[in-house]
T-cell receptor, first 112, second 111 residues
Framework: NAGVTQTPKFQVLKTGQSMTLQCAQDMNHNSMYWYRQDPGMGLRLIYYSASEGTTDKGEVPNGYNVSRLNKREFSLRLESAAPSQTSVYFC???????????FGQGTRLTVV | QKEVEQDPGPLSVPEGAIVSLNCTYSNSAFQYFMWYRQYSRKGPELLMYTYSSGNKEDGRFTAQVDKSSKYISLFIRDSQPSDSATYLCAMLRTSYDKVIFGPGTSLSVIP
């Protein structure tokens, strides 16, 4: 069982470069999320998608865009990376009850 | 003031000790309370969830919610080195709402 799969696992970017973080889930979940995790800040919601075709901003959306390509896939794009976007990014999914979210392994992103 | 607060630790205890991990929150509308465990360099995984006030037990783990004090706790009995991880509390107003996470408490259980 793959669960939630994120790619890549590690990435180093130069300031101003762009990249897309990929996420796919095989649990037929409706809801998908992108979080960033920074020391002392916990998990902060960037964007979420309650169902295929819908996306909404979370707590820290600035500098990011998302696409819910289909029910399985939810991608996060950094158009012009900044050092403040250095973080660990987690994708998660849940069924209609959000009391249990399943997380991917994370993407460690460094922007230099 | 953050919506959900946790002491970040690190908390270090000897093997076999009883561990108490706590969160406070400010929004009285929260009704669903979860505890996630996160091992180093891994994604969080759900340990337990509780609806409204009261206690819930699962093996060595007990979750406790006191809505009147806006305070939740996770107790770990007979702690093991394998319990060493970061523990994050999380809350929802309704089951369809966005999850709000606390910053996490780092726990080390020393053999």
């Amino acid at each position: 069982n793959a669960g939630v799969t994120q790619t890549p696992k590690f990435q180093v970017l130069k300031t101003g470069q762009s990249m897309t973080l990929q996420c796919a889930q095989d649990m037929n979940h409706n809801s998908m999320y992108w979080y960033r995790q920074d020391p002392g800040m916990g998990l902060r919601l960037i964007y979420y998608s309650a169902s295929e075709g819908t996306t909404d901003k979370g707590e820290v959306p600035n500098g990011y865009n998302v696409s819910r390509l289909n029910k399985r896939e939810f991608s996060l794009r950094l158009e012009s990376a900044a050092p403040s976007q250095t973080s660990v990014y987690f994708c998660a999914s849940s069924d209609n009850m959000n009391t249990e979210a399943f997380f991917g392994q994370g993407t460690r992103l460094t922007v230099v | 003031q953050k919506e959900v607060e946790q002491d970040p630790g690190p908390l270090s205890v000897p093997e076999g000790a009883i561990v108490s991990l706590n969160c406070t929150y400010s929004n009285s509308a929260f009704q669903y309370f979860m505890w996630y465990r996160q091992y180093s360099r891994k994604g969080p995984e759900l340990l337990m969830y509780t609806y409204s006030s009261g206690n819930k037990e699962d093996g060595r783990f007990t979750a406790q919610v006191d809505k009147s004090s806006k305070y939740i706790s996770l107790f770990i009995r007979d702690s093991q080195p394998s319990d060493s991880a970061t523990y994050l509390c999380a809350m929802l107003r309704t089951s369809y709402d966005k999850v709000i996470f606390g910053p996490g408490t780092s726990l080390s259980v020393i053999p």
